[in-house]
């Protein structure tokens, strides 16, 4: 059995325990015998269809065992797998067609179908394909490839620009799961409800995460994000929540209302942005038996720290200690070295920081540079830290989040992290000045604008309250959950013309 490869996950746990559930869905399911078997049956499918080690495979599919299937029929080729979520921007979508230059592209019936139709390459369709796919013959286990080799692409949002891709290599993606494994401790019998998108990291590590121990993951998607979300987790019997801070927000609203029994939660964890304090003692009050683990991380580096619950008091704000076998430095502007408690640009050291950015050289020499005893590979992070004397790392915003308001310097994440904190705020979002308009809060809950000035007041120097304060019914979100900032001040823009 090859190891070293992202497929070694599953195949350890197929051949020792075939039938324990892999995925799930509301509605279908597969066991780790099956699941290895649909991958084999792929990879040979994709072999017999001229794909070679090195080629791209986009997968633009919703959440679903399909999709996992794909990941590992990839690996077995030495192909680099690249999920996208179908609801992806077509503008977006043709800018990764033609970065990636994938040799297959497996989609479902109309998802993205204008921009999929103008590609050269071949393309499957999930509804008419999938079957025939998986007549072909099971492929061997021998594997081509080496550890060191690339696994997939993992492209961002694209919030700000046209979405780069970071490349992950099968070292990388085994280390990282083993190293956020060591501290969660994951367990055979978990159950871990998986509600956002594969095509965010955070999602697809839940699988390889779950399969390192024999795990369950049951995939979900947006019905069970909104009004099923507690119910969805109870018929799943779940142990094991992954939420972003939207989702969390949602889940203690939905949980506060239910007149049913809440389901029992024994792990939940977060990362994507920071959770508030508020939100973390809503959730800590109505799961008692959930342990909160706050994760810290960028897709460059897939984690970087993880904050422990029983360290949640003693140490309030902070996002944990660096996972095992990666040291965390802080620079300061002239590029050495700060003392703890020192603010600076975070740097990142270990077996996950990853190779760069596909077919983007001067952006890669830019964030992946050398540092270490040995100038080994390490990450800029372009991210605002400090370190404590006892090794936890604080968060303070990335360098784009610093502007300057009346000549002082503020910080978008302080602005935020105060304004979460005011009653009945649910969300709040900081828009930094620009193009010589004024810095904007944007906030969700049942407030007004004079509340929430009056609260910051209390809290905050003037320099630092907003000149303009917003209150909207929600925020736009991206795919993987986080607030689409500039769909945000588009709207705040709009807002401005009409009151003016």
Known sequence: MPVGAVHSLLDRIAVESPERVAVKTASDALSYGELREQSRRLASWFVAAGVKRGDRILVVLPNGPAVVALVMAASRIGALFCVISPDTKERHLRHILVDSEPAFVVAAQGYADSALGR???PVAILERDWAHMLSAPMLDDDWCGISQDPACLIYTSGSTALPKAVISSHRNVLFAAAAIQQRLQLVASDIIATLLPLSFDYGLYQTFLAFQVGATVALGGAAEV?????????????????????????LARLAKRSSAGLPHLRMITNTGAQLSAANVAELQALF???????MFGLTECKRTSILDPEDYRRKPGSVGRPLPDTEC??????????????????????PHVMAGYWRAPELT???????????????????RC??????????????DDIYKQSGFRVSAIEVEAVASSLEGVEHAAVLPPKDGEPAVLVVTGPVTETRVVTGLRVHLEDHKVPPRILVTQGMPLLANGKIDKNELRRWAASVSMVTA
């Open 386 to 399: 400090h370190i404590d004397v006892d090794g936890y790392l604080y968060f303070h915003g990335r360098q």
């Open 329 to 350: 430095l802080i620079l300061g502007e002239d590029g050495n070295g700060l003392p703890p408690g020192e603010v600076g640009e975070l740097v990142v050291r270990g």
């Open 119 to 121: 590609g050269s390459c």
């Open 365 to 383: 020499a830019m964030r992946f540079r050398r540092r270490g005893p040995g100038t080994e590979h390490a990450l800029f992070t372009g991210d």
């Open 288 to 294: 008692p038996g959930a342990r909160i683990f706050l």
């Open 226 to 250: 909104g009004p099923r979300l507690l119910s969805a987790i109870r018929d799943w019997r779940a142990s094991v929540l992954p939420i972003v801070p939207s989702l969390g927000g949602s």
